[in-house]
């Protein structure tokens, strides 16, 4: 079964993110800190290193109360700038929001996959 086959079935709300986020006025390849997000947002579909759809259609639900729709759910390769060195880093069960403006990282999900020490 797809996401588009299920549409009259939605499950919880995943996150909520913040009214700038849903504008396509501001589209960035850039990541931006939300602490109102409860999970790594992005509107980018080709990005993902690995991505499973939704069986079950999901929303997000903005600021605004907007609901957007999330198709799926996967891994991302972003690069990371730590003082003069330039790493791949790999954030993991990044929701696809294709109405959302920006790609959202969330440092709590961050911290709970790598712990506060790392």
Known sequence: MTASSCQNVTSNVVLTVCAEAVTDETRSNEWFVDNGATKHVTYQCDIF?????????????????????????????????????????????????????KNLFLVLAAQDRHGANS
């Not at 999901?58 to 729709?69: D, F, K, M």
């Not at 198709?71 to 690069?79: A, I, S």
């Not at 730590?82 to 929001?97: E, F, P, R």
């Open 49 to 101: 290193v690995s991505f499973k759809e939704f069986d079950i259609p999901h929303t997000v639900t903005a600021a605004s109360g907007e609901s957007l729709p999330a198709l799926g759910k996967g891994t991302v390769e972003v690069l990371s700038f730590i003082g003069n060195k330039v790493q791949k880093v790999q954030l993991q069960d990044v929701s696809y929001v294709p109405k959302i403006g």
